[in-house]
Structure formats: structure tokens, C-alpha cells
């Protein structure tokens, strides 16, 4: 690889413009509204995260409507773990989805923002007593991974003489080695216990954990879940009729053509530091859109000609689905002051912005990259059309602290004092590894919603 600073590289390197998708509501906001989004940075500090739950709550209906169409009876519970803002959970609570909780906080989020326990499903594993309680005294259904689990949640229910709603987290044969369920041996064992502690365990169905974002790969899954709820009926438990397919529905955050056009053209050099020696792995931002990997799911033959959806139908099985990413689709957007900017174009070919703030506010958790789709820059005064090829850092003490490693092609060169905005990081982006490191405060999340007309937008700290 050729040394950063040499010229050979500095006419090698055009960043690559990965334009991030935006919503009408978002481009509104940013074209329409910067002042406000300026001051309430000057008022709430840098970065700060916008909430936009009418995104969110035309999401919840654009899948519903999807999965309507497939005639398949789904039930939308919206994993809490994908952004911690209470406007969700009350946006939910609203439109009557329910939530999928993993801890006994997010529940008890779940339950004040005014979801009923009934319509709270409880996943991970192997709880803890204390979530086990809250869910038993709720009405929740639990999703149980393994035998001890269930042993411990019966006794549970016992103590509180209660009947706990449970389904039984299997492992699928697309993905054997999973850590999450339960094997064949485990889940038979499983459902035979239940129809011992019934007294105490409403057995409901089987729920699963699969990677990917496959909606093909989840279609067969649940396919098996259906026929583990057949050999279920047959032993007795007749109220096996609920398969729960989880979340990992795709979400498109980028055109696709774009992103192969990337992955292509992707190479060390597009990077400033080390970060891309470490190798690529990239979260795949040119998905599917979330409705038309709905229908497909639904609509993915898994007997014979028939479809998922009608085979469920035929058998009288309902879905639960827990989408989380996907839901949160373009429902916010991260908004850094720029700092600071050291130009090292004569030398390096691209220059540094500093950011107020951190890059732990921004995270790509899963994958081994940063965020990558481009930020939009609003800048404070009016500069020169010319592209500006620069990376974004954080402004704490650490070499590592990149909010993108990428080299940006700005359309300007950046100033102090200009916005940069990171679009679409509502689904994990905002909070899953944010940390008060030196001292700072978390980032805060103002709840945006457009007016009416010539109404200016309605704003309000979330958890107010
Ligand atoms: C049990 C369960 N449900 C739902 C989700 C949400 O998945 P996604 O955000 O990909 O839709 C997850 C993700 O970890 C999960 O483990």
C-alpha cells in the first residue's frame, strides 16, 4: 500500500459520494428548518439526536399494510433495544403495537409509556428473576431459551400464583450453532415440561434467533417454527399457534446501485489511519426496503407452491414479528457541530474535521466500519462549490476516536461552527455504545415533529 502524504496517492483518492436516502420529513427539516436545528444545538449541546416518531409511526403502518396484503395475521412488536427514546414507546402504545422488551428497565418503559403487559413480549437470554417477575405479573410473553430458563420461570409463576404466557426459543437448521435456543433434544424435553407445569405455563408456540437479514432464510425458519407447532398440537398442547420470526427485517439507507458501485470500488486508501486494514465487514446499507421484505418473507413458498402466509393460515397460526432497526427508518438523524478543521490537503490529500463530541454518540456496533453513509453538511455561511475530502473525528483524547474513517467528499470545504448531519441513525446508531468519557454528558434527543402548513416544527426534549 502506498504511504499516506505521497503524491501518488493524493490523485488516487476521490472519496466515494455514498448519498444517504432521505425521508420527506428529513429533507424538509434540513432544507427548510437549519436555523432551529442550529439553535437547538447551541441550546442542547453537540451532537444531538433528532427523534422523528411520524417516520416511525408511518413505518408501523407501511408494514402493516405489507403484511396485510400477504393475508398473513401479524402482530407488531417493536424492539425497544434499537434506540432507548420513550416518544417510540408512546407512538407504539398509540397505534396498539406492542413492544419487545429485553430487560426489566426496558418493560418498565415499555408498561409507563402506555403499553399494556399483554402486548409486551419478552426476549433474551436466560433472564433474570427479576424480569421474570415483572413479566409474569404483566402478562407478558416470555420467549424462553432453554429448559433451565423455563424451570426457573415456572417457579416463578408458582410463587405469584400466576400462569406465565411462554414461547420456546428454538434453534433453526439454517443455523445450527447459534448460542441462542434451544436443539431438538432440549426443545421437545421443553414442550413436554410445559405441558407438566401447565398449571402455571401457558405454552404458546416458538420463537427463533437468525443473523442476516435473509427474509428467504427467515421464511423457512419459520416454516420450521410451524411444524414444531404441529408435532406440538399432536402431543397436547393445543395452543401452540404462535410463531414469533424476531426482527432483522433489512432497511435501505442508500440507493443500491450506489452500494455495489462502493463495495466495488472500496480500498484502503478511502480510509484514513489503519481502521480498513482491520478488514472490511460492512452492515449492507443498499437492503431491501422493509414492506417489499415483508411481502417476500410472507410470500416465500415453503410447501410445495404454498406460501408461508398460507400454509400459517391453513394451520391457524399468527405471527409475532419484532422489528426494530427497521422501523426506526429515517425516524432521526445525529446533527455534530464542526470544531475544528486541520486542512492537510497539500500534504495528506484530505483534511481533519473535529467534532463536538464523540464517535461512541454515532456507532456502527456490529460490523467492523464506521457509519457510513455520508453526512450532509449545512454550513454556516455561504463557500466555493468544490469538493472537500475530509474524515470527522471526535474531540476526546483517543487517536481512535474517528466518527468516520472515511474520507467525505464534502461539496465545501467545512468550517468551525458548521452542522454536519449524519442521516438515518435512529435504529442503534444513537445510543447502543454512547459513554459519558470525560465527563461529558450523553447526547440528548429532541423530539421533532413537522407543523401543520406554515406552522414551524414542534420540538421537546424526549422523556419530557
Ligand atoms: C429477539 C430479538 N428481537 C428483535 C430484534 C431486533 O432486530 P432488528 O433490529 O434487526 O429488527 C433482535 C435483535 O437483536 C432480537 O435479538
Redo the contacts with the bound molecule.
Keep these: 500500500m502506498p504511504r499516506q502524504g505521497q503524491g501518488s496517492l493524493l490523485t488516487a483518492v476521490r472519496p466515494f459520494p455514498l448519498t444517504a436516502l432521505r425521508h420527506p420529513v428529513v429533507s424538509a427539516l434540513l432544507d427548510d428548518h437549519r436555523a432551529l436545528l442550529s439553535d437547538l444545538l447551541d441550546g442542547l449541546g453537540s451532537p444531538l439526536h433528532i427523534v422523528l416518531p411520524e417516520v416511525f409511526e408511518e413505518n408501523i403502518a407501511g408494514l402493516r399494510q405489507a403484511f396485510t396484503e400477504t393475508g398473513a395475521d401479524v402482530d407488531i ?1 417493536f ?1 425497544k ?2 434506540n432507548k427514546a420513550g416518544c417510540f414507546v408512546s407512538s407504539a402504545a398509540a397505534l396498539d403495537a406492542g413492544i ?1 422488551a ?1 430487560s426489566a428497565p426496558e418493560l418498565v418503559k415499555a408498561l409507563a409509556g402506555g403499553v399494556p403487559g399483554h402486548r409486551i ?1 419478552v ?2 437470554p436466560e433472564k433474570d428473576d427479576a424480569l421474570h417477575s415483572l413479566a409474569v405479573r404483566h402478562n407478558c410473553l416470555v ?1 424462553v431459551d432453554s429448559i433451565s430458563e423455563l424451570r426457573r420461570l415456572a417457579a416463578t409463576a408458582r410463587l405469584a400464583d400466576r400462569r406465565v404466557r411462554v414461547v420456546l ?1 428454538s434453534r433453526t437448521s439454517g443455523q445450527p450453532g447459534s448460542r ?1 435456543g434451544m436443539a431438538a433434544a432440549e426443545r421437545d424435553a421443553a414442550v413436554g415440561l410445559c405441558l407438566d407445569l401447565s398449571d402455571h405455563v401457558r405454552f404458546q408456540g416458538f ?1 427463533f ?1 437468525l443473523n442476516g ?1 435473509s427474509p428467504e432464510e427467515r421464511a423457512t425458519a419459520a416454516n420450521e417454527m410451524i411444524e414444531h407447532c404441529l408435532d406440538a398440537r399432536r402431543r397436547g398442547a393445543l395452543s401452540a399457534e404462535v410463531v ?1 420470526i ?4 433489512p432497511m435501505r439507507y442508500v440507493e443500491p446501485r450506489l452500494w455495489d458501485e462502493f463495495l466495488q470500488q472500496n480500498e484502503l486508501a478511502h480510509y484514513h489511519g489503519t481502521k480498513a486494514a482491520k478488514g472490511f465487514s460492512f452492515y449492507p446499507y443498499g437492503g431491501q426496503p422493509t414492506a417489499e421484505a415483508a411481502r417476500t418473507l410472507m410470500n416465500h413458498p415453503v410447501e410445495g407452491n404454498e406460501s408461508l402466509s398460507a400454509k400459517a393460515a391453513r394451520n391457524g397460526i399468527r405471527f409475532i414479528v ?7 427508518d429515517q425516524a432521526g438523524f445525529t446533527v455534530y457541530r464542526a470544531q475544528q478543521v486541520d486542512d492537510r490537503r497539500d500534504t495528506d490529500g484530505y483534511a481533519i474535521v473535529t467534532v463536538a463530541g464523540n464517535s461512541l454518540s454515532l456507532s456502527e456496533p456490529w460490523f467492523n466500519t464506521d457509519y457510513l453513509p455520508d453526512p450532509a453538511l449545512l454550513s454556516a455561511e455561504p463557500g466555493a462549490d468544490e469538493v472537500f475530502p475530509a474524515c470527522v473525528a471526535g474531540s476526546t483524547c483517543l487517536e481512535n476516536d474517528m466518527v468516520t474513517w472515511r474520507k467525505i467528499g464534502f461539496p465545501r470545504p467545512v468550517r468551525p461552527g458548521d452542522l454536519l448531519v449524519y442521516l438515518n441513525t435512529a ?2 446508531h444513537m445510543d447502543f455504545l454512547e459513554s459519558q468519557f470525560h465527563d461529558a454528558p450523553l447526547p440528548r434527543k429532541a423530539v421533532l415533529r413537522l407543523g401543520d402548513g406554515d406552522a414551524p416544527p414542534r420540538w421537546r426534549l424526549d422523556g419530557i
Excluded: N, W
Design positions: 412488536f424492539a433495544k434499537a419487545d429485553a413480549g426476549s433474551g420467549a426459543r441462542f420463537s434467533h437479514y414469533d424476531g426482527g432483522g427485517l419484532e422489528p426494530g432497526r427497521s422501523m426506526l435504529g442503534y
